[in-house]
């Protein structure tokens, strides 16, 4: 057993995590090798043949042959979130290859928007590093030269003081933020899984932007793992159960126990979704307009798909408008540099 151990943690440490194009390239194979016939194990198999993939496929086998469920191994092998908490509710209903094509559906739209994100704001933040570095370059050396030019001409060596100054404030605050957002950002990372969940969702409810964003993001998620479920022919309430037992999405798993408590005490499902803060209120319609689990799991397929499109599209303007706000802001600053260094100029010009 101890051998076991040691064995799993030097394969799953002895290679990198995959990247999310590496998981989606894996997870596409594996669906497909499932779609021919072929069973899970002898699927991973034949991916073993690919020296890439060995020490993860190692992983994986390894974990499923010791009893434990598929979302416990990838979970063991490194692989996303989303890729873990699909497979999770994919043993519900037995139906892994749509859950690795969803998951590999999951993953391209993460990717497209992450790289539209990253060629998006390459360039303003490569702006903005030579503004720093220029910044830094007039406060170390031109302005120096400047005090020893002006120094005879007390007017102007009053102006080149303010813009001296100005320059200063300006350096320090951009570094500052800089450091500020860094540690912010680290923190944030480091503690959020020690949050208790409560906590949690009370800190999200108090900042308008995040709310905005994590109810859309849960309302997704919880509509589509609840429509799968509802699909398979289980009962709404051994559904939300299921949800409410799983692990990976804290705060659903948090709002289903909410649900599944107030039905207990004899509440109705749009009564009980008044309690669940981070979920679109929309939710009371579409569980309002149902009788039966065929009808309700239909809409909320389709409420989940207009919730992804509407994500994306927001996500996109925003991209589009990062851009033009960076270069703004940077335009605005060079100005202000550049008369910081002409206005000392001309009250010299004008003293002669």
Not at 92 to 102: K, M, T, V
Not at 164 to 180: A, E, G, P, Q, R
Not at 342 to 347: A, H, R
Request: net charge positive.
């Amino acid at each position: 057993m101890h051998t076991a151990i040691l064995t799993k943690r030097f394969l799953t440490d002895s290679k990198p995590k995959l990247s999310q194009i590496q998981q989606m390239e894996f997870l596409k194979k594996l669906a497909r090798l499932i779609e021919g016939g072929y069973p899970l194990l002898d699927a991973l198999e034949m991916l073993g043949w690919d020296n890439k993939w060995k020490p993860h496929v190692q992983v994986i086998s390894e974990t499923l042959k010791n009893g434990q469920r598929l979302d416990v191994a990838l979970e063991n092998a490194k692989f996303h979130k989303t890729v873990i908490s699909f497979m999770f509710f994919a043993m519900a209903d037995g139906d892994i290859p749509s859950a690795l094509n969803h998951c590999c559906l999951m993953l391209n739209q993460q990717i497209t928007l992450g790289n539209k994100l990253k060629v998006t704001t390459r360039y303003p933040l490569l702006l903005f590093l030579f503004f720093l570095t220029l910044l830094l370059f007039i406060k170390t050396s031109v302005y120096p030269s400047f005090l020893q030019l002006f120094e005879s001409t007390a007017d102007t060596l009053q102006i080149t003081m303010v813009a001296i100054t100005s320059i200063d404030i300006l350096f320090k605050t951009s570094i500052f933020l800089i450091v500020f957002v860094a540690i912010l950002l680290t923190g944030w990372l480091l503690i959020r899984k020690k949050i208790p969940i409560p906590t949690l969702v009370s800190f999200y409810n108090r900042v308008p932007i995040i709310r905005s964003v994590i109810i859309v993001n849960n309302s997704f998620l919880f509509a589509l793992h609840l429509s799968s479920l509802l699909k398979t022919g289980i009962s709404l309430r051994e559904s939300l159960s299921i949800l409410n037992r799983q692990a990976h999405l804290p705060i659903i798993s948090y709002n289903t126990y909410i649900l599944v408590n107030q039905l207990e005490r004899g509440h109705s499902i749009p009564q009980a979704l008044k309690n669940c803060s981070l979920l679109s209120p929309q939710f009371t319609a579409i569980f309002t307009k149902n009788s039966s689990n065929e009808a309700l799991a239909k809409d909320l397929t389709i409420f989940a798909e207009f919730l992804i499109e509407s994500m994306e599209a927001k996500i996109k303007r925003l991209i589009n408008y990062v851009q033009p706000v960076f270069f703004i802001i940077i335009g605005v600053l060079i100005i202000l540099v550049y008369l910081s260094l002409m206005l000392p100029m001309f009250q010299l010009i004008n003293h002669l």
